[in-house]
């Protein structure tokens, strides 16, 4: 399987495998016997927990002192919570990182008087890996295909404003004319996947590997559990060549609105610096986090936890980021708003 059909242009290159920078002295910023802190905006049972762990145990291996790293969650909204956080009390010392949601981005732009936050004015370590939000819905709902949702209200669990499980059955509300429902105040994808599981909810829209590395089984058989019934994004996710996507059957008038959506992908699972962090700091990190992302046991440790590697480095998801911010069309973003959350706001 050629996982990096994934990589999309946009605002530059996203390489497939990271390229390794110079190396980093010690002296840059010493992490000797120092604690490391990666912040997380979602529970530990989802794909943001499962990445987040895992950098911790392997990325201190590549910085010199040999740092103890540690995940918190700060659950809410979504991730603006946690980011929000990043961005206005985190202290900028070298020692604390956030794994950003992948919405970050687009929230911004979306929602600003939400958003206490420039993601621009954090600097990227680096992304371990890009992805599609797939929208899945149990099948006792009688949906076997999107347009299913036309005749049918389904409720679909959600974490939180700045979530793609928000975001993602708003817009296909609002484009395709679904009769979704949206379920909010779930604390991460974790929980709203049992809730589905419960029949609390019928269905969510989240990242590929969340889905598969927890739920696997659903999809599998003749008669499945769920399907996956559309994805957002730049590109069909390798593994799901069959389920159509959004800019494929949306009304060509909101192609601006999805290419910028699908831009969350891009950013995927990885961390990045509150604005003030050292650059001394900052370029050891680097330089680690793109040893870690080629390392045989990092790999190995991901397929193992049925999470994949397509790995971005820091200077080229900042370059996607700082774009992105800076050449939004302010109309596409509020369109994307209204569509999304149907607010003009």
């Given at each position: 399987m050629q996982l990096r059909k994934l990589v999309p242009l946009a605002g530059g290159v996203l390489a497939a495998t990271a390229i390794l920078a110079a190396p980093a002295k010690a002296a840059d910023f010493d992490f000797a016997g120092k604690q490391i802190k990666l912040v997380i905006g979602f529970g530990f049972g989802g794909t943001y927990g499962k990445y987040t762990r895992m950098f911790a145990e392997h990325l201190k291996k590549h910085i010199p002192g040999t740092p103890n790293i540690i995940v918190e969650s700060r659950p809410g909204a979504g991730g603006v919570l946690a980011t929000n956080y990043a961005a206005k009390a985190m202290p900028a010392n070298g020692l604390n990182y956030l794994v950003p949601p992948d919405s970050s981005v687009i929230v911004q732009l979306m929602r600003p008087k939400k958003a206490k936050f420039d993601m621009s004015k954090f600097t990227w370590i680096g992304s371990a890996n890009q992805t599609n939000v797939i929208m899945v819905v149990r099948s006792d709902t009688?949906?076997?295909?999107?347009?299913?949702?036309?005749?049918?209200a389904v409720p679909m669990g959600s974490t939180g404003l700045g979530s793609t499980s928000t975001i993602m059955p708003g817009l296909v509300n609002r484009m395709l004319g679904t009769k979704m429902k949206i379920v909010t105040g779930y604390k991460g994808s974790s929980k709203t996947g049992l809730a589905v599981e419960q029949g609390e909810v019928r269905g969510a829209a989240f990242n590929w590997l969340f889905w598969k590395s927890k739920y696997e089984r659903w999809f599998q058989g003749d008669k499945p559990y769920a399907r996956a019934v559309l994805q957002l994004g730049h590109f069909k996710d390798p593994e799901l060549p069959n389920v159509p996507m959004m800019k494929d059957v949306a009304d060509?008038?909101?192609?601006?609105?999805?290419?910028?959506?699908?831009?969350?992908?891009?950013?995927?699972?990885?961390?990045?610096?509150?604005?003030?962090?050292?650059?001394?700091?900052?370029?050891?990190?680097?330089?680690?986090?793109?040893?870690?992302?080629?390392?045989?046991?990092?790999?190995?440790?991901?397929?193992?936890?049925?999470?994949?590697?397509?790995?971005?480095?820091?200077?080229?998801?900042?370059?996607?980021?700082?774009?992105?911010?800076?050449?939004?069309?302010?109309?596409?973003?509020?369109?994307?708003?209204?569509?999304?959350?149907?607010?003009?706001?």
């Open positions: 009688g949906v076997t295909k999107w347009e299913d949702l036309r005749n049918t060509p008038k909101y192609l601006p609105v999805l290419k910028f959506i699908g831009a969350l992908g891009l950013i995927g699972r990885g961390v990045a610096a509150p604005p003030g962090t050292p650059e001394g700091a900052i370029s050891v990190m680097r330089t680690a986090w793109d040893k870690m992302v080629v390392d045989p046991a990092f790999i190995a440790d991901a397929k193992k936890r049925k999470l994949r590697v397509i790995p971005g480095s820091g200077a080229d998801i900042q370059k996607v980021v700082n774009d992105a911010v800076a050449n939004t069309d302010q109309g596409v973003a509020k369109q994307a708003a209204a569509l999304a959350y149907g607010t003009k706001k």
